[in-house]
């Protein structure tokens, strides 16, 4: 079965940290990669992906994620955490092909004064 | 910032009603998408459509379940007869007019959900 996996439910960093929020997948093919993220009360927020070529990408509010196609993971990263970027993140995939993206069961970003 | 809308923001209703939940694409996307999020449970996909038609479903999207897009600017998910386990968070998504076997990927963006509670 197809599936996404953020083994923590969450992370706990202190502001001004470095924060690593992890995602591995489990989808046939060379599928394509996401991060969402949801604030209270708000939809699902594109934040970045990955399509091809380079395996790092960067995307809104100073955010990367690093592709790693033998470990299966896509984690997101961001050098230093700022307390609004205090969330629910989503990793999520899609294979080539379908429509449909598949969602990680998300992680919680807590990020403290 | 364009962004999708969707109306109401929490639909309360009986078990067996039929109701129809409401989204407004951004404008220029030809590509509409529904999700649910079950209290606890991870975001599932639907339904995708496309030029009027059904592109791809999940399981879940079953006869009870069908979508329209009555005019140039709404798209609506309408369920016919509610079960207590469709109560969820429905999420809506719209992106622009490449699909999934073109080359290029468009992310889709998503409205902030309408919470259906069944009674």
């Known amino acids: 079965a197809q599936s996404v996996a953020q083994p923590e439910d969450q992370v706990n960093v202190a502001e001004g940290n470095p924060l690593t929020v992890k995602c591995t997948y489990s989808v046939s093919g060379n599928p394509y990669l996401f991060w969402y993220v949801q604030y209270p009360n708000r939809g699902l927020q594109f934040l970045l992906k990955?399509?091809?070529?380079?395996?790092l990408v960067k995307g809104s509010y100073g955010f990367e994620a690093e592709f790693n196609k033998s470990q299966t993971s896509f984690h997101l990263k961001k050098p230093s955490a700022l307390v609004s970027d205090s969330a629910l993140y989503f990793c999520?995939?899609?294979?080539?092909?379908?429509?449909?993206?598949?969602f990680g069961s998300g992680t919680r970003l807590l990020v403290r004064p | 910032e364009p962004e999708v809308t969707q109306t109401p923001s929490h639909q309360v209703t009986q078990m067996g009603q039929e109701v129809i939940l409401r989204c407004v694409p951004i404008s220029n996307h030809l590509y509409f998408y529904w999700y649910r999020q079950i209290l606890g449970q991870k975001v599932e996909f639907l339904v995708s459509f496309y030029n009027n038609e059904i592109s791809e479903k999940s399981e879940i999207f079953d006869d009870q379940f069908s979508v329209e897009r009555p005019d140039g600017s709404n798209f609506t998910l309408k369920i016919r007869s509610t079960k207590l386990e469709d109560s969820a968070m429905y999420f809506c998504?719209?992106?622009?007019?490449?699909?999934?076997?073109?080359?290029?990927?468009?992310?889709?963006?998503f409205g902030p959900g309408t919470r259906l509670t069944v009674l």
């Open positions: 999520a995939v899609r294979r080539r092909g379908s429509y449909k993206l598949i």
């Open positions: 998504a719209s992106s622009e007019n490449r699909g999934p076997g073109t080359s290029g990927y468009n992310e889709q963006f």
């Open positions: 990955y399509i091809t070529g380079d395996n």
